[in-house]
């Protein structure tokens, strides 16, 4: 298992993807500020230098790539056991891909892939955890928090980072021997449940409830008695 970490990069999933082919499987790398940190649908994933944890890893075992659909709910749930054994309270699984704690978010998870001719050679798993971050711009102050901010203390980030990176590849030995054993904690800590979102189904725009998560990773919803099992593009948040 290598490590790297670099006090400025442009984004640590970003310098995987471009270096797969030299990395190993696991190569974890970190850093303590992103000039083009990003999360999910391009947005920008903002963080002050050495207040949080960033970091991306590298797979290439062929087991764990053929569990590509899984990987992020899975990410989410190695967060949500280290926040747990920290004693943080009230923690709670947004599916697809973000870990909540009392309503705010505190992680997001962004799951990419290298591939080319539709063969996919590597996946690059990027995490960002907001650690001792205690103000946040206007635009997010009321949305997340951090782990300081949960604990009422700021802790080493560097600790916590190894925590982190030990939890995933213990989760990931785990993970290719029983593929659905981390689901038990997304269904009992499931942020999403009864509550109400959109859905594109059959091309309309739809109010649906949340019911549970499927083993294939899905959402389980329902609209009156008909029940549909959808994909995160089929659905947008209106929480
Ligand atoms: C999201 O919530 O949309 C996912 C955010 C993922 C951000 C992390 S920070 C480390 C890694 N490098 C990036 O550019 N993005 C991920």
Do not use: C
Not at 18 to 28: K, Q, W
Not at 59 to 69: C, E, G, N, R
Not at 164 to 169: D, K, S
Not at 195 to 218: F, G, H, P, R, S
């Amino acid at each position: 298992m290598k490590e790297y970490h670099f006090e400025k990069i442009d984004s640590t999933s970003n310098y995987l993807k471009n270096n797969y082919e030299i990395f190993e499987n696991m190569t974890f790398v970190s850093s303590d500020f992103q000039t083009n940190g990003h999360g999910r649908y391009n947005r920008v994933w903002e963080s002050k230098d050495k207040e949080n944890l960033l970091f991306s890893i590298l797979i290439k075992d062929k087991d764990l790539i053929s569990k590509y659909s899984s990987l992020s709910i899975f990410s989410a749930v190695v967060i949500y056991n280290v926040l747990r054994d920290l004693n943080v309270k009230n923690i709670s699984i947004k599916w697809p891909n973000d870990v909540y704690v009392n309503d705010k978010k505190i992680s997001g998870i962004l799951l990419e892939s290298v591939s080319f001719s539709g063969q996919i050679f590597a996946l690059v798993i990027g995490v960002g955890i907001n650690v001792n971050s205690s103000s946040f711009s206007d635009e997010l102050k009321d949305k997340v928090t951090s782990v300081s901010l949960e604990l009422g203390n700021t802790i080493s980030i560097n600790d916590f980072k190894q925590k982190i990176y030990n939890e995933f590849l213990v989760m990931f030995e785990g993970i290719k021997k029983d593929s659905n054993y981390y689901l038990d904690i997304v269904r009992s800590n499931n942020y999403l449940k009864d509550k109400e979102v959109y859905a594109n189904i059959e091309n309309q725009k739809v109010l649906v409830k949340v019911i549970d998560i499927n083993d294939d990773n899905t959402l389980k919803v329902s609209v009156g008695k008909k029940e549909y099992n959808l994909y995160s593009s089929e659905i947008t948040f209106n929480l």
